[in-house]
């Protein structure tokens, strides 16, 4: 019995189309095309920054540094008023403290002697605060002293008087610390006072605790 042309055909259709591996080319199909893939983006600073404001840009800049602290310190009006206001108090408080009244330190001796002006009742008092050393050499005895004021405005009448005076002695002890207090008969705001042994003498200023 013979088979017709079509019947053929049709069979060989049928095989094709019950083997998916193949495509109708006859190319075996390839499995990754059914596999889901994932959306891949790609970023771009370059691109971000062509569309930015230009607030944005001059944050981002590579070539933008932080102000340094000079920058910061004095960068407006108001920061410079507040530093020049705080090194002016400064520079006030450092002066008086030199000038008015603060204790002064001199070496007399081989002692330490601290020397101070103060008031007790209306009364002016030269305060003497000595300290030996821990080592060396130091003179223990009598010391002769003599105060007088600086007289700052003295008249054309005054001038060959010379200020006041006051002469006093005091004993340096073989003691580390010795306080000596000595009444003046005189006022006044700024003093010259002597100290004199038999092998050494010095003057020095001390101005009066306000």
């Not at 009006?77 to 009244?101: D, E, Q, S, W, Y």
């Amino acid at each position: 019995m013979g088979v017709s042309p079509m019947s053929s055909e049709n069979s060989q259709d049928r095989s094709q189309s019950d083997n998916p591996s193949e495509t109708k080319s006859g190319a075996p199909a390839d499995k990754r095309d059914n596999v889901h893939r994932d959306p891949v983006f790609y970023y771009s600073r370059e691109h971000r920054l062509n569309r930015a404001s230009p607030m944005v840009l001059s944050m981002n800049d590579e070539k933008s540094q932080r102000p340094g602290l000079v920058s910061r310190l004095f960068g407006t009006k108001a920061n410079v008023l507040v530093f020049g206001t705080i090194a002016f108090v400064f520079a006030v408080i450092m002066l008086t403290n030199r000038f008015a009244g603060v204790d002064k330190s001199i070496k007399f001796g081989g002692n330490t002697l601290a020397l101070a002006i103060v008031k007790e009742e209306g009364v002016s008092i030269l305060e003497i605060k000595k300290t030996m050393p821990k080592s060396g050499e130091t003179y223990i005895g009598a010391v002769d002293i003599a105060v007088s004021p600086v007289l700052s405005n003295v008249k054309g009448g005054e001038a060959g008087k010379g200020p006041p005076e006051f002469t006093g002695r005091v004993v340096f002890n073989p003691m580390d610390y010795e306080t000596y207090k000595v009444s003046l008969p005189f006022e006044g705001s700024d003093f010259l006072v002597m100290f004199k042994t038999d092998t050494e003498q010095k003057s020095f200023r001390v101005k009066a605790k306000p």
